[in-house]
């Protein structure tokens, strides 16, 4: 079984690399359930970590998945500029006003930068009928599917993600959504190939901070990639084939 690792800095990626997950997803925002990333933080990742093939979360917002056609233009370019920086892929999502997939969006999305690979992120789990999505995925030229099986975990998600497994399109069904060691043997056997994971810890510096937000509610801490859980999924991956 094969692990990815979503990270938000140089220091988780090294910890995924290291650790031996066949990939990271970049963003930033993972309590938002994750944002588009700097070309910042895409260099420095490119540079610290060269050997680790980088997927980049194109999401300009938190709050959805339907989006203006301002909102689909910055996608474009940040997917133009993530390219030129020599990622793997991109992770993108889009739904229309009725919450079904998009199709002609992430068509044209992906053609920006057709030499990449990409994949469709959660905004699957949003859809009333994600099995009925995967065709139109797959068709738009995605090549992987980043899905709890819209349940609230992946591990509650067993049964719909064994049909999307089952479906026989082509794409490969990534099972992420508070995905823990002890999920694999259970996803292994529903046929599910690859798992998706922050492995996050929150850290809490020294002193005093005070709430800057509705969202940041622990003042100063913010959240790092846990080494350990890292090693324990991916080991227990390894033990699996």
């Known amino acids: 079984m094969r692990v990815e690792?979503?990270?938000?800095?140089?220091?988780?990626?090294?910890?995924?690399?290291?650790?031996?997950?066949?990939?990271?997803?970049?963003?930033?925002?993972?309590?938002?359930g994750g944002l588009t990333p700097s070309i910042g933080l895409i260099r420095q990742l490119r540079s610290t970590v060269p050997a680790l093939p980088l997927q980049v979360l194109v999401r300009p917002r938190p709050g959805g998945f339907r989006y203006s056609p301002w909102e689909l233009d910055l996608?474009?370019?940040?997917?133009?500029?993530a390219a030129a920086e020599g990622v793997a892929g991109i992770v993108v999502g889009v739904l229309t006003e009725a919450g079904m997939v998009?199709?002609?969006?992430?068509?044209?999305?992906r053609q920006v930068a057709p030499?990449?690979?990409?994949?469709?992120?959660?905004?699957?789990?949003?859809?009333?009928?994600?099995?009925?999505?995967?065709?139109?995925?797959?068709?738009?030229g995605f090549v992987r599917i980043l899905t709890s099986g819209g349940a609230p975990t992946a591990g509650q998600g067993i049964a719909t993600l064994r049909a999307m497994a089952a479906a026989g399109n082509g794409l490969t069904i990534l099972a992420g959504g508070g995905v823990v060691p002890d999920d694999l043997p259970q996803l292994a056997a529903a046929g599910i190939t690859e798992v998706?994971?922050?492995?996050?810890?929150?850290?809490?510096p020294s002193g005093?901070?005070?709430?800057?937000?509705?969202?940041?509610?622990?003042?100063?801490?913010?959240?790092?990639?846990?080494?350990?859980?890292?090693?324990?999924?991916?080991?227990?991956?390894n033990l699996l084939g």
Do not use: W
């Not at 996608?75 to 500029?81: P, R």
């Not at 998009?102 to 999305?109: E, N, P, T, V």
């Not at 030499?115 to 738009?140: C, K, M, N, Q, V």
């Not at 901070?209 to 991956?237: H, K, M, R």
């Open 102 to 109: 998009d199709a002609d969006a992430i068509r044209a999305l």
């Open 208 to 237: 005093a901070g005070v709430p800057l937000g509705v969202a940041d509610t622990e003042g100063n801490s913010y959240q790092v990639t846990d080494p350990q859980l890292v090693t324990a999924v991916i080991q227990q991956a």
């Open 115 to 140: 030499e990449l690979e990409y994949t469709f992120h959660r905004a699957i789990d949003h859809t009333p009928a994600p099995l009925g999505s995967l065709d139109l995925i797959a068709d738009a």
């Open 196 to 204: 998706h994971l922050s492995a996050k810890a929150t850290h809490h």
């Open 5 to 32: 690792i979503a990270v938000q800095d140089a220091a988780g990626a090294a910890i995924a690399y290291n650790a031996g997950a066949v990939r990271a997803e970049l963003c930033v925002g993972l309590p938002l």
């Open 75 to 81: 996608m474009a370019d940040d997917i133009s500029a």
